[in-house]
């Protein structure tokens, strides 16, 4: 299977032998193999889509495909919100330390853990506004739109059998477009999400990442007088 290239950052630490004499074995995590839970996620639902669809059995797979499309897609929103508000403060204390060499770094206020992708989609526009970066680009408010077409206003309807009111998830037939949601998340990331410090790239997660690494650069040779 040839993969989208916005797929190379889980990729660099390999997977593994294909063919091996016992079960499976995935190792993650430590300094060379940090997950990138997004990506991970979004990969795990192409892999469940196509294998579904090449067995015949994408209506058994069909609610796993979208819990994990929706999980990809709710650390996307988190991670462009916390990126943000991580530049907020790191802006603000390196003005502190010019004024003030002992100066304290101040976080801002916590937010509420949360799963509503309409709620997450606002803190977004909210923690880039703060930066001065402009509005979230209209594909994150359509793909809002379109997982919450499936999921009603329940963000469990696609884990459970039931819902948070005790009603049936799925009381009769939906269609759920597993195949066209996932290109569509692809696309986004791809265009909105990519990150890379150092590179003439123009995506939101590319201008975030290069800022946090300048502004972190500034403040090591800030403190290290």
Known sequence: MTLPAIYDRVLIFGGGSPCTDGPPIARVGGHFREPDYGLSYLLA???VIKGGHADGRQNEVALPSAYLQRHAFEIALKDLRDGARAIKEDRDWLA??????????????????????ATLLAQVGVALAEIEYGDVPPEFAEMVQRMAAVEGSDPTRVRYA???DG?????????????????????????HLHRAIGGDGDA????????????AQELYRYDDG
């Open 96 to 117: 502190a330390l010019k004024a003030d060499p002992k100066a304290k770094l101040k976080t801002l206020p916590a937010l509420r853990f949360e799963h509503d992708l």
């Open 162 to 164: 039931s819902r948070t």
């Open 45 to 47: 639902a192409r892999y």
């Open 167 to 191: 009603k049936a998830s799925f009381p009769s037939p939906v269609e759920i477009p597993v195949g066209d949601t996932q290109n569509r998340l692809e696309q986004l990331f791809e265009k």
């Open 204 to 215: 939101l997660g590319t201008q975030l990442a290069e800022e946090g690494a300048y502004l």
